[in-house]
């Protein structure tokens, strides 16, 4: 190799490093992954945020690969999985509202009513999942004859807190039934209509 090796196929400039080249292809790995090898991944840093126990059962395992399943696409480092998913791990009165969201949607006129009205009808629904508690809400917008961005936000901040996230109804189904009408009650008790 030494024989070999000869400097003029070498370029005499500075390497470059990109580092967002370097996220991206970290992304495109981390959507690879299968859900089990991702959650194993993220737990050190969801344990490090309080997040989950030091020693997690296999039903919360679980959890964490559905709530994973949802974020995958968005993330470029496992460190993130703790800012993208603590929401869906936090107890329902722990997770954090954003203070602009709950200004903005939780002021309306009506907010409440409608509130109350997705809340009933996700408490009524025989098999809780995306496809029954997306008609919900439809069937909210339709009763009220307001249109979408009058309901799905205010439902949003209410089960999660936030402005943003991954698809509503999905969130909605993976979080569960009793989570999201606890979540649905504390948001109603801030509601100023």
Do not use: H
């Amino acid at each position: 190799l030494v024989e070999k090796f000869d400097l003029d196929g070498i370029l005499n400039r500075s390497p470059i490093s990109d580092p967002e080249k370097l996220l991206w292809f970290n992304g495109q790995y981390i959507r690879q992954l299968s859900l089990p090898d991702l959650a194993t991944q993220t737990l050190p840093f969801l344990r490090e945020a309080g997040l989950v126990a030091d020693d997690p059962d296999a039903e919360t395992l679980d959890y964490i690969g559905r709530v994973l399943a949802l974020e995958q696409e968005r993330m470029k480092t496992v460190a993130e999985a703790p800012a993208l998913a603590d929401f869906f791990l936090l107890a329902d009165d722990e997770y954090l509202f954003d203070e602009k969201a709950v200004a903005k949607w939780f002021s309306g006129v009506g907010v409440g009513d409608r509130l109350r009205r997705v809340r009933a009808g996700f408490a009524d629904v025989e098999v809780f999942d995306k496809a029954a508690t997306e008609q919900v809400v439809r069937d909210t917008i339709a009763e009220f004859e307001v249109k979408g961005g009058e309901v799905i936000p205010p439902v949003r901040v209410a089960v999660s807190g936030r402005t943003t996230g991954p698809g509503l109804f999905e969130m909605i189904a993976v979080l569960g039934r009793e989570r999201c009408l606890r979540r649905l009650d504390r948001a109603l008790g801030m509601v100023e209509q």
